[in-house]
């Protein structure tokens, strides 16, 4: 457990980098949503304070004064317990509250925190804040997740920054590594902070398997579109066959064929793709076509985690093969905070790692983050296994 | 035909009329689309824009450069001639262009124009002038429609003026106006400026007919309300039902019950429901439902024309039972500006008159608006006859 | 009117007439409903024959004993009147009742209504027995086209009939009959039964015009599509357009390509398309669209009605350019019957004449057919007006 | 591996049952689909019949002539080897072939198959044989929940079979049977058919776990339902959720609240709910929701698995906590066959166990089966662990 004082530094600069992350953006990008998983900059800067305001201002705080009770159902999320949303705008449509105003908001609210947190030692409230913290980390990816969707899928392809550093290339050569069938230890340890998703420590048995110790780079991955991997069903799920057929699928996301070469929208406009740099913005469908083309497969969970310390990893987000469902002995938090993480274990698969996007101290080799197959606006990527 | 002096000024003042129109507004609210009907008021700043530079600066003006080549689809409307539309995204999915290059293109653009027309007297130019000019008038009135709807539809219910008139009272007593069979004069017949779908003049031959001289009020309506009229199916056209329950209406748009008593949202925000003031924000389906529950009817388009002297018009878009067709001998424009009437004339209805929204000089006894009958966001309101 | 003798005859012949349609159908054919416009054989024999029970044998025959009181949902179709239809099974779902019991109770009302009318000869009763032979000639017409539907759209492109005669030839020369401008009469006008929508005679000014004496062959289609008529959205209303777009139209229905040659699905399975014939299968739009690729115009129905003795028709249903609105002093019939006709009237397009489905004694030249601009399941076709 | 001879019974038997299921259908309830999860039974009949024709007799019998050449792809499903499917009529759309025409090409792909075994005994035809007399077996259950389906959603709900028996109560006491933590083995290990997605059999670690020996009867969920399980949020997955609301879902598939009191749509037509018999046709999310209520769980299908000879099984089909995945090692079948089960391994949830539907030697303690977590016109049930 971090000591109070460097917690609230902690916290402070978090809600600053989210502010950061924000600089490049004119006030129009943070308001539209071109698709229902892409939300708003300006809500994710408004829905981060919102947690602190309401899970921990508001109950423990007996002075404070709520900043504006409308904001609880505009920066409400899937918090389903803290009231009736009352009005079924969808996030994209909100013009109000002004963008001025969220940053209001959020420093009204850094502010109450600060000051709670300057009289306030108790335990509870420190591990209540660093879950909030943790919380707005998570949502500072998805900021850079989004505005590259925003930014990505407007015609005039505009860059967001020339410094964010989206291109890493590993360097040593491919080379699968081998495990030994046997038990093996999974989920979180120690004394630092996780989710809830990680904890019930168990065992696992593990068959023999071998891992990549490299991600699957673009180049590989075009030998893969260039011997007409997006038009062979046999390589594809049966929905990820539908849904390369709806919705004419032919090349990761971002990806355009220009003057007969890949090129791909980055954090720095249009750019000629990298043939050494890893892949990313695929579907768990196509990393599942893609291993089923070279007649290998993905990891499980357990065999990334079983694994990990034996190759570099935190570039990519790497899709697993696992399904998300909870641990042995899982158990959800008590009230709204208990609709964290449970309720969305069905119908997604695991990713393990961390990627260009997410920021510091926020992942670790417990982390499960989990998504929808058919999605790939995150920098999702391929390891392996056989 | 106006001079060229006189028809720049009017081209200058229509300029700057859109851009008073959007001065309340934050930058965001010039950005989202809640539903497809409307259009981010950025957008039609823009597209009125592109409608000078693409029919007028680039055919005409030999030394025009254009402003931003990519700006051709981003503000391209239905004009299929121009060009194929490239990227599918919505227009409440554009961040960029910003708001501010937005005004730096009108700028532009008006300049452009200001200069070909004070170096050119040619009448066709004029003609097309006035076109632009008319044009970007009917889109002012799509702004505050526009306007009304983004913000009447935020959860915070912003204000956007308290300035703006949108209660207009009919004072005089209802009455009916008798009018005689025989043949009537329909359509356009001078020299001011009309839209291709108001020409040719024709005869058509009307029964004996009555008409009222008022407008129904809010509180004839709310009668209706309180009589069921909603829940009654044999008031309704079969698709009129449909709309209804799958949209579950159950009052004008924007009305509100608040501790049982009817409010409405109103450019000052929400207000209580003045009862005397005439009616709006209905679709044609509630007005036929209405004049059914009455015992009446809507009066067709040419006998609104017939009659339209005897009775006070131009608060409200009145609803009429006509379908928007062409008239006898109707011609459509060549090119690109043959596209603006013509392809629009199946499905829809017709309605006359005005509203507290039209600009001003933009209307007139023969002009005919036209919309799908389930919408409502525009002025529109209900005269009877029998 | 009728005397009630030679009615009971016309209503045996009638519901005769339908079951012999139906005769070359397996039992499978009367159940199935591809698309939602199309019903069920099934049902439409079970549906004409409620009908009959419904508004003349149990409010007017004392004696009378329901057949199956949940045949009342089963075969209701728009009559909200008659009580909440409580299943949402789709028509095209309802395995049962079976064919053989739609069959009986077919036989039981039409002895029911036997027995009434041999002992009745109300006039009021009369009119209803009218109405109800004339509704199901309506259906008989639509069972002949819901019928090629469901085998039309069958894999296998089953033949329905081959003495069922689809092909008629018109053999006189094209020409343009011209009209004169003035008052002409329109309306149902005599003794004979017409539905309420055709009644109130009225007067119209009508222009100077001209009118084609001959439909529109397939071979003057086959040029339109060969000049590209399909890729050229300046022809096309926009609503139009979408239509071609999203369903990718290339062809009037039921036309396929078979090694170069244009053939078409007809009773009598696939055939080569008739050059000479007149062409059929065809929406509002196409009609529309080819007129406008011809420099012409589809002629209004009061155009039509006024022309009408100069020349052939009753071969297709011709598409008009008239919205379906009610005749002034339209009255609709007080109860369910009242629903027949008056709200359906928005957003559907006039068809004059009649077609190789429609039954003997059904049309006439005051009556008024009426579809969705975008149907062509009917035996559709184009006359031309200038 | 089973002999020739008795092979050739087993088809034979096969055969037949899936006819005698089908015994008490009228004609047109093996047509209709009322919606996509559930097929018409003549589909059933015909898709069983071209499996053998299509991987069997064509590839293997020299002199075999095809039935029909059309039904390759009126009866194909999702096998996208086998050809394109040129028409994308719904299944539920075909009337043709008839009924009679598809139990002729039972009997003549039937004969084929006699004819080919009785002389041919080529152990890798038997496997295929073997496999495609399991492939009938499967959609025989899926015949009688299908039937089911179509008479339980006709609103005269008619009765199937008063001799099929859907009610079987369990009588002995619950209680919970201790496991003890430790390596299992899981998968088919013998000479008895199996399909290829239970093959691999292979170690799993399970911790200390506790599994019912009972399943959820009506009266407990009877409890769930009336302690407001279906308005409870927190015990629902999100998906689960929504699923609730969009459908309305307020009880298991069938049941009906007549005058107070539960009751069920069975092969007998509607009854009374039983409720000391185990509860059926409950969606995974259901399953899940009260298992949450209880302050329980599901078992994981390795659980299940371990525990199953403890308690009995085989009426419902039990929904697990497990996603469906491919097991260690798994090697999917070439060819067409390889079709089978790996495409469906996404996004679906394991059931374990057999149904009332289930035909004998049809299911084992290693067979998986496995579903969408929405689904429910299965036999599902539920078993608790903790």
């Known amino acids: 457990m971090i000591l109070t004082d460097s917690l609230l530094d902690f916290f402070l600069e978090t809600r600053k980098h989210s502010e950061i992350i924000c600089e490049p953006l004119e006030i129009e990008d943070y308001v539209v949503q071109p698709v229902v998983d892409v939300s708003p900059p300006k809500w994710h800067l408004g829905h981060t304070t919102w947690f602190f305001e309401e899970f921990i201002l508001k109950p423990h705080s007996p002075d404070y004064v709520q900043f504006d009770e409308d904001f609880s159902f505009v920066f409400n999320s899937y918090y389903e317990t803290v009231g009736k949303r009352v009005i079924r705008s969808d996030r994209g449509n909100l013009s109000r509250p002004s963008v001025k105003k969220v940053y209001e908001y959020r420093a009204y609210v850094t502010a109450g925190i600060k000051k709670l947190f300057s009289q306030n030692q108790e335990k509870n409230l420190n591990t209540l804040l660093e879950i909030g913290i943790h919380h707005e980390k998570q949502h500072q990816e998805l900021l850079l997740t989004d505005i590259k969707y925003i930014l990505g899928n407007n015609p005039l392809l505009p860059a967001y920054s020339n410094t964010f550093q989206d291109h890493p290339v590993e360097t040593h050569q491919q080379d699968w590594l081998g495990m030994q069938a046997g038990i093996y230890e999974i989920g979180h340890d120690s004394e630092e902070f996780c989710y809830d998703n990680e904890l019930g420590r168990h065992k696992v048995y593990l068959q023999d398997y071998e891992i990549s110790n490299k991600l699957v780079t673009n180049e590989e991955y075009i030998q893969f579109i260039e011997a007409g991997g997006y038009g062979r069903f046999d390589l594809w ?12 699928i032919q090349a990761p996301l971002y990806w355009h064929k220009v003057d007969g070469e890949w090129h791909h929208y980055t954090a720095k406009g249009l750019e000629k793709v ?50 998300y469902l909870p641990y042995p002995n899982y ?40 998504f929808h197959p058919n999605l790939r606006w995150q920098f999702t990527g391929i390891r392996l296994a056989r």
Do not use: C, I
């Not at 799920?237 to 004419?248: S, T």
């Open 237 to 248: 799920h049966a929905e990820g066959w539908d849904w390369v057929q709806q919705n004419q």
């Open 274 to 323: 990298n043939t050494h740099a890893p892949l990313t913005h695929v579907s768990y469908f196509e990393a599942f076509a893609y291993a089923q083309w070279k007649g290998f497969r993905l990891p499980t969970e357990f065999e990334w985690e079983a694994a990990q310390s034996f190759y570099p990893w935190g570039k990519r987000w790497e899709w697993t093969e696992s399904a």
């Open 331 to 370: 158990q959800k938090a008590d009230g709204a905070l208990g609709e964290y993480n449970g309720k969305f274990m069905v119908s997604q698969k695991v990713l393990r790692g961390g990627s260009v996007a997410t920021p510091e101290k926020h992942t670790r080799f417990t982390y499960r983050n989990f």
